[in-house]
């Protein structure tokens, strides 16, 4: 147990604050490399933790600092348990010359080669630079401190560089990427708050808990709008879908809003929600929707956490930026994340599923368990008024513009009755079953109960 009045940047005090009864065992006699290595238990569940000593020349870390981690990667693989890194480090020891950059390169290769095989979680609590940066990013999950900083240079090599003149919390603080860069996966307020996020996810991923056969229903139509065209916040109806006792925490929650990751209960058990929010741009996939979805299924799928995938999506959004910026690149990571997923995958389609984003979400053609759809929810190409514009745009144009709506959503009627909705996609076997918004979580807990569990053998490159 560390000496509580020891400086709080002293590793052995923060590592005391993460596990239980602030009890651990060190891995390795503590020396001034900049790093150590402990054994301890988060919220009940076994970990190795690795800390940066930021006492010791700002965290930098040369060959023996890095010895250090790939170490404890070494037991916590031998264990099989997660690994939590805490960093605070000003990256490479420059004494130490190139040595303490093929140290790091170890580092790296050894979180390369656990990827996918144990729960990797970084608890970034102040400056981490260089390549100091690189290993939370390799990791499956960052937490970022309010006092943390991830950058790859500083604002003195920006400025030599390019000129640019950056401060540092700009440059790589929580503001930085909370919006913009997509690494961190949860932005604390406070440092404590950071602390206990790191537990509660540590607890969902070592602590999966078995599915109870017996989840209580409740009416989720009050969360949704029936018209298609209105925009609602998803949260509500996620919360409404998870227990509401057990630990939930939404991954990336300001970058790519209008997709929504979740990690959460249900029934007791851990689950993987994505969600398309159609608060943010009507809930349409985008460029960096695609990609963070992609890297949460990819992520649940190597953990063996079964998602539930909520479809609202109107399509994919159109425009030369989305396609500049790599629209169709990025969105085929989702494509290919649901294809080669092998856990529990099961699609909700609440309101409406419409062309390319439909397949994208989880479709039966994608290998989907199970899709369910509410009564009123809309499977097409496209929404019927849309298509019926286009199908009939000489018709429509000879019609007097205050009779044109009606012969719309007259067409529109008829468009739907030939063409489908969603019962033409039971028909084909697009969509298994419709349910009520009142019978939704227990038909969920049915069909994932039923299903086998899996997990992807395959590692979680950071999309």
Aim: aromatic share 4%; hydrophobic share 45%; charged share 20%.
């Amino acid at each position: 147990m560390a000496d509580i009045s020891l400086d709080s940047r002293d590793p052995e005090v923060r590592i005391a604050r993460l596990v239980d009864s602030g009890k651990y065992e060190l891995l390795i006699p503590r020396t001034d490399c900049g790093m150590i290595a402990a054994t301890g238990i988060v919220n009940g569940n076994k970990v190795v933790i690795f800390a940066s000593d930021a006492t010791q020349q700002g965290g930098a870390l040369g060959a023996d600092g890095s010895r250090v981690i790939v170490q404890a990667y070494k037991a916590a693989m031998g264990a099989q348990v997660p690994i939590i890194g805490i960093w605070h480090s000003g990256g490479a020891r420059l004494r130490d010359g190139v040595s303490s950059l093929s140290a790091f390169g170890e580092v790296f290769q050894s979180m390369i080669t656990a990827s996918g095989r144990i729960p990797q979680l970084s608890l970034v609590l102040g400056p981490t630079a260089g390549g100091g940066a690189y290993g939370p990013a390799l990791t499956d999950i960052v937490v970022l401190a309010p006092e943390g900083r991830i950058f790859v240079t500083g604002p003195g090599v920006v400025k030599s560089v390019t000129g640019e003149k950056i401060d540092i919390d700009t440059l790589g603080g929580p503001d930085a990427h909370r919006k913009n860069s997509g690494l961190a996966h949860v932005i604390a307020h406070t440092e404590q708050e950071a602390f206990d996020r790191i537990r509660d996810i540590t607890s969902l991923f070592a602590n999966q808990g078995l599915m109870s056969s017996k989840v209580e229903d409740v009416d989720l139509s009050p969360f949704v709008p029936p018209v298609t065209k209105r925009a609602y916040e998803v949260h509500p109806l996620i919360n409404a879908i998870l227990d509401s006792d057990g630990e939930k925490i939404e991954l990336l929650p300001m970058w790519a809003e209008n997709m929504t990751t979740v990690l959460g209960r249900f029934g007791g058990a851990t689950v993987g929600i994505v969600a398309n929010n159609p608060q943010h741009l009507g809930g349409v996939l985008d460029s960096s929707a695609g990609e963070k979805a992609a890297r949460f299924v990819r992520t649940c799928d190597a953990f063996g956490i079964p998602l539930i995938v909520i479809a609202d999506v109107p399509g994919f959004l159109p425009g030369a930026g989305q396609e500049w910026e790599g629209a169709v690149r990025r969105g085929a990571k989702l494509l290919h994340a649901f294809g080669e997923a092998v856990v529990p995958r099961v699609t909700l389609i609440t309101r409406r599923a419409y062309g390319g984003a439909y397949v994208a979400m989880n479709s039966k053609s994608l290998g989907a368990t199970h899709v369910f759809a509410w009564p009123t929810a809309e499977v097409s190409v496209m929404g019927a008024v849309a298509a019926v514009r286009v199908l009939h745009r000489r018709l429509l144009a000879d019609i007097p513009e205050d009779q044109r709506e009606a012969m719309e959503l007259e067409l529109a009627a008829e468009h739907d009755r030939v063409s489908g909705g969603v019962e033409r996609a039971i028909e084909i076997g697009a969509v298994d079953e419709i349910i009520q918004p009142n019978q939704t979580r227990s038909a969920l807990a049915r069909v994932l109960n039923a299903t086998p569990h899996r997990r992807g053998n395959h590692g979680n490159i950071p999309l």
